[in-house]
Each structure stands twice: as structure tokens, then as C-alpha cells.
């Protein structure tokens, strides 16, 4: 049956045919939808983790027990789950084990931009790389294949315009397959120094048994009749070479498997034509590949190492005029906001009016750095707010009463609580903010163990965090409400002079959940008005500045109030009012 898919759903089709029987994730666009789509198959076990690398373990230990599993990723969660990767590498797997990892060039949706090829090269395991929707069904069945046959985990990267576009895919019904007996093997399986230097020749005799394999595989095919250009590529500068070049005036070696990169089919490619030209994104590892061998392809020196490529940066490179129809069109630029009525909005206003150094974090709330609130005054990685505060205070003590980290419920399960532990344990006079809205925002309302759902929305365990925060050894735990201007304000210069570690926990569910119910829109009353722009400070797109007056778009306000506690003038009013 064919049918229209995503890259990221065809994908979990790929999981479900494959007979995959467990799927553990965190939530990281462009990979998320791998297991949204995933967990609407019956037969296939899917879950939230905390973090990238408890879903990672959980699928190893699946494999453990026999039964084929996967985790999924963005680029910045393999670093989360390094640890066990690497390690995985040299016990090998027991049922297949696939690892999907979702880069993002150009940084649409991430904090830097990162090559997850390197890791597939440093850890020694294998890694596919699908170029449309129909490749990304069809690698995860090749991905499990080769799991099993060459004893690894298989690490499957896809990026984000191949994950995030639609092409046909042709389904089939899966075939599960018999699940693999547990036999215990502490060689095999229990990494102790003794163990561990067996397994080292294993991995680099299996990686050379891979790159045999890589020869003769489909996977890497190659396509056109030109002797004069030949293009070597792979993923979605695959489809851009197709769309740039018929098959008469380029050759294209389209590489499917990305590590280990064979050597007899470049070379022998190489060979056919008279120009070589690697095509790649961010890193140039296919073209350091090729100079290995002696070639000296064209890449770095005509293609940037920046952001992704699209059809018209390639042309462009490589000298060629695409019909004008094929240039994209200029679209302004609508850099992203803080929603109307966001729960966050307060707190970040009060925290900039006072003054305060802020150590963010990774979530929807790093908008508080754009203007006009501009209160954010660091994002790392997941989880840094904490520790990095308790650095902050621990080089300059007097940092501690103008200084806090902020953090959202989601992000502070995923690497939050071992920084605030951290706190606690050595010792810094520290606040801690947690943004508690309720649900995993910055990735479209995904369950966490705060919510007290799981990843279908069926009841679960919740975690309290009042509780764990005290429990972590934190004595001043203090929850607010960040509609309350008052309150936020208060509780915020109250923490910061005390004199021991504290948690003000900032709570209100993210006005876009299907379940909040927001109030009617507010409305500015013209004759109260002084254009005094203060409430233009909350940086709320349904606020705006028309003829020197403060105006509501109703279609946008959520009724939160928040701009009314900052009006001196009482012009900030329910719509009735003043319609009166």
C-alpha cells in the first residue's frame, strides 16, 4: 500500500515493520516524531525517558533480553548518551538495536550545529543515512539486519528536511521476528577492564567485516552515464544533486551506509570520471575519506562547512543557473515569541525589572533572552543552568543574591536534579527557578514524569517536585504563580537574601494545552491610556502601539492579566467594561 509520509513517520512504519518490540526516547526536534508516530502501532512498547541516555540503556537492555529495540535522538541528545554508546559498541547487542539520530543543520531548532557522523567513527559502529521517506522505511529494516548480523548497534541518522518532508512509501505488513534467548555471557556483556581489552580487537575486526559489507551493499549505489562530473553524496544533498543534474550530465555515487565508507567503490568511481566532487553538510568527512585514498576531490573549497545546503547553494557552487522559477522566494523573517498568555512571561518580567543574572536552559523559555525582556544571560545544555550557577556563586559568593538559574519541570527531570544535588551537597547560597508548565513545551506536549502521564496520555507515577526538591536536601521550597506579578516579585527577593540554597517553583500549565481554558480577551480603554508603553515591556505578541495608545488583538489574548497588573491607569480592562 503506498501512502504519502514524513520521514519521521515512515521511519516508526520502518520500526513497525521490522518487528521492533521496544521504543525509548526523550522528546528533540527533528527526531520527536519518530516515536509520537511509533506508539500508535500495537505490538511496539513505547516510552518517555528522562533523558537520552536512560532511553538509550532501556533499548540495550530490551536487546538484552532479546527483543528488537530503538531510542531516538537529536544531535545534542547523543551527546547525553555517549556513554553508553561507546560501551554498546563493545558488548555488541543480543536482538537488533537501532539508535536514530536527528541532525539539524542551520540550527532551526538547536543550540549548535553538530555532525553525528563523527560519532558513529569514534564509537566504531555503523551508520545509515536515508535520503527520502521511502529510504527511511526501508534503512530501518537494512538497520536491523546488520545489527543482528554483525553484532552492533546500528546508529541511523537523519536530518531535519529529510525528516521533516513527505515523499511515497510503499508499506508492507511486518514480520516479527522470534525473539533471541538470554544466555548469560559476562565476556560478552560485563565491561570490567579484563573483558573490555578482549572486546577491543573484536570491534575493529567486526568494523573491517562492515566496511567489506559496504563494498558490495546496496545501500551505496551509484547512478548517471557522465564521465566528465561525478558527484559523491549522500541524504538530502542526494535530492538536490537529482534535482540539479539529469542522469546525462553527472554520475552519482549515492552513499547509503556512512561509516565505515568503502574504499573499491570510490576509487573505482573515481576512476570513471574526469572531475570528482564530494557533496556533504557541516562536516567534510566523506571528502577526508577520499583524500585518504589518495583522491582530491572538490568540497570544502567550493562548499560552505555552514548551516544546510538546498538546491540553489549547490548550483550556485558549482557554477550552474537553475530556471528562475527554482529561486526561492524572499519570506520576512518572524523571529519566534513567547506565546500570549505564556506562563513564563511574568516571571521573566520580574526577574528582569530586578535586576537579576540569569543562567538559563534549554526549552521554550529561552526566548526570555530576546527583547524586550531580555533576561536570560546564558543557555549551554540541558540541565547547565543549575550547575552553572552553583559555579557562578562558588568563584563570587556576593553573586549569590542577584543571581538564579532557571529551569522547566521537563528539562530539570532530564539533567536538573544531579546540578541541584550539587548545590546541596557543596555548599553555594543558591536559587534555583523551575519553570513548571505542566508538559515537555518546547517539543509540541510531550508527557514527562512531572505530568503524571505516560506517552499514550494514560495515568502515571508524578513526580512531586516540591518534594524531590527537598529530598535532593534543598530547605526553602516555594511554589508561585507567575500570573501573580506580586507574588513572583515577592518571592524572588525573598530567596535571593536568604541565606541558604532555594527552589521557587513557577507554576501554571502552558496556555496552549488542549485542557487549559483560557479567560476572555482583555481590551484598552482609549481615554485611560497614557502611551506610557510599560505594559509593552511583557513583549506579548497580542499587545501593540497604534497612534501613541496601547491596543489588545482579542483574536491573540488569552485573558491572563498580566498586563493589567502593570497598567498605573486602570486602562487595561475585560472587554465589557470597556464597551460600557
Same mark, same amino acid.
Given at each position: 500500500?503506498?501512502?504519502?509520509?514524513?520521514?519521521?513517520?515512515?521511519?516508526?512504519?520502518?520500526?513497525?515493520?521490522?518487528?521492533?518490540?521496544?521504543?525509548?526516547?526523550?522528546?528533540?526536534?527533528?527526531?520527536?516524531?519518530?516515536?509520537?508516530?511509533?506508539?500508535?502501532?500495537?505490538?511496539?512498547?513505547?516510552?518517555?525517558?528522562?533523558?537520552?541516555?536512560?532511553?538509550?540503556?532501556?533499548?540495550?537492555?530490551?536487546?538484552?533480553?532479546?527483543?528488537?529495540?530503538?531510542?531516538?535522538?537529536?544531535?545534542?541528545?547523543?551527546?547525553?548518551?555517549?556513554?553508553?554508546?561507546?560501551?554498546?559498541?563493545?558488548?555488541?547487542?543480543?536482538?537488533?538495536?537501532?539508535?536514530?539520530?536527528?541532525?539539524?543543520?542551520?540550527?532551526?531548532?538547536?543550540?549548535?550545529?553538530?555532525?553525528?557522523?563523527?560519532?558513529?567513527?569514534?564509537?566504531?559502529?555503523?551508520? @545509515?543515512?536515508?535520503?527520502? +521517506?521511502?529510504?527511511?522505511?526501508?534503512? &530501518? #529494516? =537494512?538497520? /536491523?539486519?546488520? $545489527? !543482528?548480523?554483525?553484532?552492533?548497534?546500528?546508529?541511523?541518522?537523519?536530518?531535519?528536511?529529510?525528516?521533516?518532508?513527505?515523499?511515497?512509501?510503499?508499506?508492507?505488513?511486518?514480520?516479527?521476528?522470534?525473539?533471541?534467548?538470554?544466555?548469560?555471557?559476562?565476556?560478552?556483556?560485563?565491561?570490567?577492564?579484563?573483558?573490555?581489552?578482549?572486546?577491543?580487537?573484536?570491534?575493529?575486526?567486526?568494523?573491517?567485516?562492515?566496511?567489506?559489507?559496504?563494498?558490495?551493499?546496496?545501500?551505496?549505489?551509484?547512478?548517471?552515464?557522465?564521465?566528465? @562530473?561525478?558527484?559523491?553524496? +549522500?541524504?538530502?544533498?542526494?535530492?538536490? &544533486? #537529482? =534535482?540539479? /543534474?539529469?542522469? $546525462? !550530465?553527472?554520475?552519482?555515487?549515492?552513499?547509503?551506509?556512512?561509516?565505515?565508507?568503502?574504499?573499491?567503490?570510490?576509487?573505482?568511481?573515481?576512476?570513471?570520471?574526469?572531475?570528482?566532487?564530494?557533496?556533504?553538510?557541516?562536516?567534510?568527512?566523506?571528502?577526508?575519506?577520499?583524500?585518504?585514498?589518495?583522491?582530491?576531490?572538490?568540497?570544502?573549497?567550493?562548499?560552505?562547512?555552514?548551516?544546510?545546503?538546498?538546491?540553489?547553494?549547490?548550483?550556485?557552487?558549482?557554477?550552474?543557473?537553475?530556471?528562475?522559477?527554482?529561486?526561492?522566494?524572499?519570506?520576512?523573517?518572524?523571529?519566534?515569541?513567547?506565546?500570549?498568555?505564556?506562563?513564563?512571561?511574568?516571571?521573566?518580567?520580574?526577574?528582569?525589572?530586578?535586576?537579576?543574572?540569569?543562567?538559563?536552559?534549554?526549552?521554550?523559555?529561552?526566548?526570555?533572552?530576546?527583547?524586550?525582556?531580555?533576561?536570560?544571560?546564558?543557555?549551554?545544555?540541558?540541565?547547565?543552568?543549575?550547575?552553572?550557577?552553583?559555579?557562578?556563586?562558588?568563584?563570587?559568593?556576593?553573586?549569590?543574591?542577584?543571581?538564579?538559574?532557571?529551569?522547566?519541570?521537563?528539562?530539570?527531570?532530564?539533567?536538573?536534579?544531579?546540578?541541584?544535588?550539587?548545590?546541596?551537597?557543596?555548599?553555594?547560597?543558591?536559587?534555583?527557578?523551575?519553570?513548571?508548565?505542566?508538559?515537555?513545551?518546547?517539543?509540541?506536549?510531550?508527557?514527562?514524569?512531572?505530568?503524571?502521564?505516560?506517552?499514550?496520555?494514560?495515568?502515571?507515577?508524578?513526580?512531586?517536585?516540591?518534594?524531590?526538591?527537598?529530598?535532593?536536601?534543598?530547605?526553602?521550597?516555594?511554589?508561585?504563580?507567575?500570573?501573580?506579578?506580586?507574588?513572583?516579585?515577592?518571592?524572588?527577593?525573598?530567596?535571593?537574601?536568604?541565606?541558604?540554597?532555594?527552589?521557587?517553583?513557577?507554576?501554571?500549565?502552558?496556555?496552549?494545552?488542549?485542557?487549559?481554558?483560557?479567560?476572555?480577551?482583555?481590551?484598552?480603554?482609549?481615554?485611560?491610556?497614557?502611551?506610557?508603553?510599560?505594559?509593552?515591556?511583557?513583549?506579548?505578541?497580542?499587545?501593540?502601539?497604534?497612534?501613541?495608545?496601547?491596543?489588545?488583538?482579542?483574536?491573540?489574548?488569552?485573558?491572563?492579566?498580566?498586563?493589567?497588573?502593570?497598567?498605573?491607569?486602570?486602562?487595561?480592562?475585560?472587554?465589557?467594561?470597556?464597551?460600557?
Amino acid at each position: 500500500m503506498k501512502k504519502l509520509m514524513l520521514g519521521n513517520e515512515a521511519a516508526a512504519r520502518g520500526l513497525y515493520e521490522a518487528g521492533c518490540a521496544v521504543v525509548s526516547s526523550y522528546p528533540g526536534t527533528p527526531s520527536t516524531e519518530i516515536t509520537e508516530f511509533a506508539v500508535k502501532y500495537d505490538g511496539i512498547n513505547c516510552e518517555w525517558a528522562p533523558n537520552e541516555k536512560v532511553a538509550m540503556e532501556t533499548a540495550f537492555g530490551a536487546s538484552l533480553a532479546g527483543r528488537r529495540a530503538a531510542c531516538a535522538m537529536k544531535h545534542v541528545g547523543l551527546n547525553v548518551a555517549a556513554d553508553p554508546l561507546f560501551t554498546m559498541s563493545y558488548t555488541g547487542v543480543n536482538a537488533g538495536l537501532v539508535v536514530f539520530v536527528a541532525d539539524d543543520p542551520s540550527m532551526h531548532s538547536s543550540q549548535n550545529e553538530q555532525d553525528s557522523r563523527n560519532y558513529a567513527i569514534a564509537a566504531k559502529v555503523p551508520m @545509515l543515512e536515508p535520503s527520502d +521517506s521511502s529510504e527511511a522505511r526501508d534503512f &530501518v #529494516r =537494512e538497520a /536491523f539486519a546488520m $545489527s !543482528e548480523r554483525f553484532d552492533t548497534p546500528v546508529l541511523y541518522r537523519i536530518c531535519t528536511r529529510t525528516a521533516h518532508s513527505q515523499s511515497i512509501v510503499d508499506t508492507a505488513e511486518p514480520e516479527v521476528p522470534e525473539p533471541v534467548p538470554y544466555r548469560k555471557q559476562p565476556q560478552k556483556y560485563v565491561m570490567m577492564p579484563g573483558y573490555a581489552r578482549l572486546k577491543h580487537p573484536v570491534v575493529e575486526k567486526r568494523t573491517e567485516s562492515l566496511r567489506e559489507f559496504a563494498e558490495t551493499s546496496p545501500l551505496n549505489r551509484v547512478e548517471g552515464t557522465s564521465d566528465e @562530473l561525478g558527484i559523491i553524496t +549522500s541524504g538530502i544533498c542526494y535530492q538536490y &544533486v #537529482r =534535482e540539479i /543534474f539529469d542522469e $546525462s !550530465e553527472a554520475r552519482i555515487l549515492k552513499l547509503g551506509i556512512l561509516n565505515p565508507l568503502p574504499d573499491r567503490i570510490i576509487l573505482d568511481f573515481a576512476a570513471s570520471v574526469k572531475r570528482l566532487v564530494v557533496i556533504e553538510e557541516l562536516d567534510g568527512i566523506i571528502e577526508k575519506h577520499c583524500r585518504s585514498l589518495g583522491l582530491c576531490p572538490d568540497g570544502r573549497n567550493l562548499f560552505p562547512a555552514c548551516y544546510e545546503y538546498s538546491q540553489q547553494l549547490i548550483a550556485r557552487c558549482l557554477g550552474r543557473r537553475l530556471p528562475d522559477a527554482a529561486e526561492p522566494k524572499q519570506v520576512p523573517a518572524r523571529p519566534p515569541v513567547m506565546c500570549p498568555g505564556c506562563p513564563h512571561r511574568g516571571l521573566f518580567y520580574t526577574l528582569a525589572r530586578n535586576k537579576v543574572t540569569v543562567l538559563g536552559d534549554i526549552g521554550c523559555y529561552t526566548l526570555g533572552a530576546q527583547k524586550p525582556l531580555e533576561a536570560v544571560d546564558s543557555v549551554l545544555c540541558m540541565g547547565a543552568s543549575v550547575s552553572g550557577l552553583h559555579g557562578f556563586n562558588k568563584a563570587d559568593p556576593s553573586n549569590s543574591g542577584k543571581t538564579v538559574a532557571v529551569i522547566g519541570d521537563s528539562t530539570f527531570m532530564h539533567s536538573g536534579m544531579t546540578g541541584l544535588c550539587n548545590i546541596a551537597y557543596n555548599g553555594t547560597n543558591s536559587t534555583v527557578i523551575i519553570l513548571d508548565n505542566s508538559i515537555t513545551g518546547m517539543t509540541g506536549h510531550q508527557q514527562n514524569p512531572t505530568t503524571g502521564y505516560d506517552i499514550k496520555g494514560d495515568p502515571a507515577t508524578k513526580i512531586d517536585l516540591e518534594q524531590l526538591c527537598r529530598a535532593l536536601g534543598i530547605g526553602r521550597v516555594r511554589v508561585v504563580d507567575p500570573y501573580d506579578l506580586a507574588a513572583c516579585d515577592r518571592a524572588v527577593k525573598e530567596e535571593l537574601a536568604a541565606d541558604e540554597a532555594s527552589v521557587i517553583i513557577s507554576r501554571r500549565p502552558c496556555v496552549l494545552l488542549k485542557y487549559v481554558k483560557t479567560a476572555p480577551p482583555l481590551a484598552v480603554c482609549a481615554d485611560k491610556c497614557r502611551g506610557c508603553r510599560r505594559c509593552m515591556g511583557l513583549g506579548c505578541p497580542a499587545l501593540s502601539f497604534r497612534d501613541g495608545r496601547a491596543v489588545i488583538d482579542a483574536t491573540l489574548c488569552t485573558g491572563c492579566g498580566v498586563c493589567s497588573q502593570l497598567c498605573a491607569f486602570g486602562a487595561i480592562q475585560k472587554q465589557a467594561e470597556v464597551q460600557k
